[in-house]
């Protein structure tokens, strides 16, 4: 039997004197898929804490579960067992909104109505929605693209709409999934100083999924390192970089280099040890 509702808020699971906090907890946490070929333990006894306004990052192996955990912070999916308490509060608005990889945005809307939908949906009447959606639109230099059509963007643009859409709905938490990977080299440069410039102040919890070692660390507070599958946080890293943070100029620091190889090095024997299930499954086959 599968457990209730997945994103619980902290007062409907915890006695009254419980102690409030200010965070997600993530407990125990086990997720089984049924397949017509058989169940897929996809996560396995997952434990973690994200604190409030942290911006957590997630890497992990290939299919170790990390869209699955994120699906079910979003609440679209439901877990097997153990839990997920929040106490983070929606303060009026949306409690979380989930961005995805590569192109979210609606083809039929203009720019602006792309960056307002959140609102839109949540019923703020027109002029308001639309005097919000250019405020962040202006600061992400798109303001005089607010009568175009998604088709005539770049895919930078087109991100740019995405964060803008995400902000602008003012959720306090952020969950997003790999939404820079279509990306060349040069555009995430610029989305990722978007996206800092946005996030710091704004109080907003992040959590982030990347198979880039390095936007993790230019963007993260904290790296959480999966293991491959049925997946479960093998361990934590601190990314203790002062921010403001400079994306191009932080490569070069001493720690960067330090946190990067410390998660690689947790990293790489999951990579590792995934490649070798891979290819003994092949050996098996043939
Ligand atoms: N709806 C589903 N039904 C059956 N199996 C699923 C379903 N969703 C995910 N899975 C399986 O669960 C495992 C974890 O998938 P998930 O997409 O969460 O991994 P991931 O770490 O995000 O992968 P990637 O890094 O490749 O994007 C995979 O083996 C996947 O095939």
New binding site residues.
Partial sequence: MRAGPVLRPVQATAPNNAMHVDSIEITKLNKE?H?ASGP?A?LSDVNLTIKEGEFLCLV??????????LRMLAGLESQSSGEIRCGIKAKGKPLRSMVFQGNGVFPWMTVLDNAAYGLAVRGVPKATRYAEAREYLNKLGLLAFQDVYPRQLSGGMLQRVNLARAFVNNPSILLMD?PFGALDEQTKILVYEDLLKLWEGSAKTVVF?T?NLDEAIILGDRVAV?GK?P?RIKDTVNVDLPRPRNVLDMQNDRDYIEVRRRIWDCLREEVLSLRGDIQSEGGTRA
């Fill in positions: 898929f397949t897929i996809a992990g192996p290939s299919g170790c579960g990390k869209t699955t955990l790999e999924i198979h999966m599958r997946g």
